[in-house]
C-alpha cells in the first residue's frame, strides 16, 4: 500500500518528501520497486484474467459464490476467499437484482386456467411438466416481446419465441417448437402471467437493440448459453442439459450402477 501510495504522488511530491513524512527510508521504497513479485503475486494474476474471462463470458451475471464454482468446474483450482477477494481487485461483481417490477396484472373477473399441478413443483423427470411465460424488451422500433418455454425438472429452455406483439399465438408457438423436441409433456401456463421471468433482458441489462431481429439473435444466444453453460442454483448448479444428460445415463445404466449414476438436485 505504501508503494502504491509513493507511486501515485511522487510526481507531485517527490519520494524523498514523502518517505520522511511517512517515516520511511527511501532505500526501502526502491527495493521494493525491484523486488521480483512473489509467487502468490504472480498466481494471483493469472487467476484474476481467468476471473475477468468466465465473468464475462456468463453475461457478467455471476456472483462470486458461481463464479468460484465455475472456475473449479473448469479444473481451475481456486479458493472461494481467494476468489471473491481477486473479483474485488478486479472491480467486478455479479447482477444484484433490483426492485420487482410488475409488468402484467390479472384480470379478477375473466375465467382463470385451472392449476395443472396444484402448486408442486417438484419433477422426477424430464418434460413431465414444462412452465410458459414471456416478457418485453425495448428496441428503437418499439416494444418487442419474448416467451419462453422451461421444462420445470431440467430449468431448460425447451421452446421460445420473439414477436413484436403479445397476442396468445406468442406462447403457443413457443409451445409448439417445444412440442417439436420432446413428447408426453404436460403444460401448466397461464394466460395473463404475472411474474417476471430470467429473460435476456435482465441478463444483459445495458443491452440496446434496433429491431426484433436483433433481439431474436441475441435470444438464441442467450438460449444457448442458459441450458449448455449457465450453472442453476435450483439444480445443483449444474447447466440444466447437464442434468437432464445424467438423467437418461441413469436410465440406460446397467442396475447395479444406477444408484450411483442417479442425478442429484442437491
Known amino acids: 500500500m505504501i508503494v502504491e501510495y509513493i507511486d501515485t504522488h511522487r510526481e507531485a511530491f517527490g519520494v524523498e518528501p514523502i518517505c520522511r513524512e511517512l517515516q520511511v527510508a527511501p532505500s526501502t521504497y526502491y527495493a521494493a520497486k525491484t523486488r521480483p513479485p512473489s509467487r502468490r503475486a504472480v498466481e494471483d494474476e493469472r487467476l484474476v484474467a481467468e476471473v475477468r474471462r468466465v465473468f464475462t463470458e456468463n453475461y457478467g451475471v455471476y456472483g462470486r459464490r458461481k463464479l468460484w464454482r465455475q472456475l473449479?468446474?473448469?479444473?481451475?483450482t481456486i479458493g472461494r476467499d481467494r476468489c471473491a477477494r481477486l473479483m474485488r481487485s478486479a472491480g467486478i461483481s455479479g447482477m444484484v437484482r433490483g426492485r420487482?417490477?410488475?409488468?402484467?396484472?390479472p384480470?379478477?373477473?375473466a375465467d382463470r386456467a385451472p392449476d395443472l399441478v396444484q402448486r408442486n413443483w417438484t419433477v422426477q423427470a424430464p418434460n413431465r411438466v414444462w412452465v410458459s411465460d414471456f416478457t418485453y424488451v425495448a428496441t428503437w422500433s418499439g416494444m418487442t416481446y419474448v416467451a419462453f418455454v422451461v421444462d420445470l425438472f431440467s430449468r431448460r429452455i425447451v421452446g421460445w419465441r420473439v414477436d413484436t406483439n403479445m397476442r396468445t399465438d406468442l406462447v403457443l408457438d413457443a409451445l409448439e417448437q417445444a412440442s417439436g423436441h420432446a413428447t408426453n409433456a404436460s403444460t401448466a401456463s397461464?394466460?395473463?402471467?404475472t411474474r417476471e421471468p430470467n429473460t435476456p433482458a435482465s441478463a444483459t441489462p445495458n443491452a440496446s437493440w434496433r429491431t426484433a431481429e436483433e433481439v431474436e439473435l441475441a435470444t438464441l444466444g442467450y438460449v444457448d448459453w442458459f441450458n449448455h453453460r449457465r450453472l442453476h442454483s435450483e439444480i445443483g448448479d449444474v447447466?440444466?442439459?447437464e442434468l437432464g444428460d445424467s438423467y437418461?445415463?441413469?436410465l440406460t445404466a446397467p442396475l447395479g450402477e444406477q444408484n450411483t449414476a442417479q442425478p442429484s438436485l442437491h
Open 72 to 76: 473449479n468446474r473448469e479444473g481451475i
Open 100 to 105: 420487482k417490477v410488475r409488468t402484467t396484472r
Open 107 to 109: 384480470d379478477t373477473t
Open 190 to 193: 397461464s394466460p395473463t402471467p
Open 239 to 241: 447447466p440444466p442439459v
Open 248 to 250: 437418461y445415463r441413469h
